[in-house]
Nanobody
Framework: QVQLVESGGGLVQAGGSLRLSCAAS????????MGWFRQAPGKEREFVAT????????YYADSVQGRFTISRDNAKNTVYLQMNSLKPEDTAVYYC??????????????????WGQGTQVTVSS
């Protein structure tokens, strides 16, 4: 069992920055890889960022490439999403998810076993 708790969302003007955090716990945490998804009103949840199976290569959605950075602090079991140059279209609830390390697929929501409660990000124009 893995528990995930996101934080750091809020209201920011276009062009601004936010850093989201996802604190993970659970005795099987080391066998999972974390990722970020988001869901805008009226839309399906979409992939944002994650690592590959070896925890080295990073993957980003085209819409956030160059603006968002995923990172982690293993000592704190915490994953971060630094979001810069935010745009109104980045407005969404952001979710942290955990998928088994043996799963090589990274983009699909269905491959993630655990989810946090989400944190709202609102970007005003």
């Amino acid at each position: 069992q893995v528990q995930l708790v996101e934080s750091g969302g809020g209201l920011v003007q276009a062009g601004g920055s936010l850093r989201l955090s996802c604190a993970a716990s659970g005795r099987t945490f080391s066998t999972y890889i974390m990722g970020w998804f988001r869901q805008a009103p009226g839309k399906e949840r979409e992939f944002v960022a994650t690592w590959g199976w070896n925890g080295i290569r990073t993957y980003y959605a085209d819409s956030v490439q160059g603006r968002f950075t995923i990172s982690r602090d293993n000592a704190k079991n915490t994953v971060y999403l630094q979001m810069n140059s935010l745009k109104p279209e980045d407005t969404a609830v952001y979710y942290c998810g955990a998928r088994p390390i043996v799963n090589s697929r990274v983009y699909f929501e269905s491959d993630y076993d655990y989810w946090g409660q989400g944190t709202q990000v609102t970007v005003s124009s």
